[in-house]
């Protein structure tokens, strides 16, 4: 399928587009992890649109850089400013473009690391997404300072189907974490649950970076074609 891409500006916050030609009723809003709009984030929002979707990326450094031109020292630091209110309050300002300008009927939400955290957030406070896909989210035993809002709490909110993938090896979520989120999960009313655990992968395991391991490798390439079969059934692609 043919795509069109570009860089725009929605409420004048920086934003990737990443669409069909023609556009589509069916819209995923794509939440980086800490690289921000890279490389990366580009390639899996194209991927996705290529399926029939289109997709908004959030940037969590509102253009101040990405891994492309920036430190990872300085985007850790950036990571360690976000603020949640402020962060969820733009990803809800694209969501409404995505419903509004854009003429998506459906749309859901995919993140990465930081963005899987960011993911189940929004799920849980925003019900007009039609999924929730979380990598390997940064939900850490003991919450980071900026971390304002209960992750867990708002998992158990979401009313949306909701697909997480947890690597077994993950250095910066303990196996404790992951489990209040799949407990959050399973306690909901309604919203089915798919939930992957790949044992040996490593935290950020759908990153080209970490495919040296084959471990991590082998992850991506079993759970990337069920994500995206799970957006085009829950956006209706």
């Known amino acids: 399928m043919t795509i069109e891409t570009r860089d725009i500006t929605v409420e ?26 890279g490389a990366q984030v580009r390639e899996f929002a194209d991927a996705i649109a290529a399926t029939g979707v289109t997709v908004l990326s959030w940037d969590p450094w509102q253009g101040r850089g990405s891994s492309d ?60 997404l039609a999924n929730v896909v979380a990598f390997h989210p940064t939900v850490p035993g003991t919450p980071m300072p900026n ?52 044992p040996d992968a490593e935290h950020g395991f759908s990153a080209k970076h970490r495919h040296a391991n084959p471990v991590n490798a082998e992850a991506f390439a079993i759970s990337w074609p069920q994500v995206l079969e799970f957006v085009k059934v829950t956006t209706g692609a």
């Open 12 to 37: 004048g916050q920086p934003a990737y587009l990443a669409h069909p030609d023609g556009g589509s009723t069916a819209g995923m809003l794509l939440i980086p992890m800490i690289t921000g709009i």
């Open 69 to 128: 031109d920036t430190p990872p020292e300085t985007l850790s630091r950036w990571m360690g400013e976000l603020d949640d209110k402020a962060a969820i309050s733009q990803q809800q300002q694209l969501l409404d473009y995505l419903f509004g300008e854009l003429g998506c009927t459906k749309a859901g939400a995919i993140g990465w690391c930081l963005g899987g955290r960011f993911a189940l957030i929004l799920g849980g406070q925003d019900h007009r």
């Open 147 to 198: 971390h304002v809002i209960d992750a867990v709490e708002e998992t158990a909110k979401i009313q949306a189907p909701v697909m997480m993938l947890y690597p077994g090896a993950d250095d910066l979520v303990p196996v404790e974490s992951f489990n209040r989120l799949q407990t959050a999960l399973q306690s909901r009313a309604s919203g089915p649950s798919i939930v992957h655990v790949y």
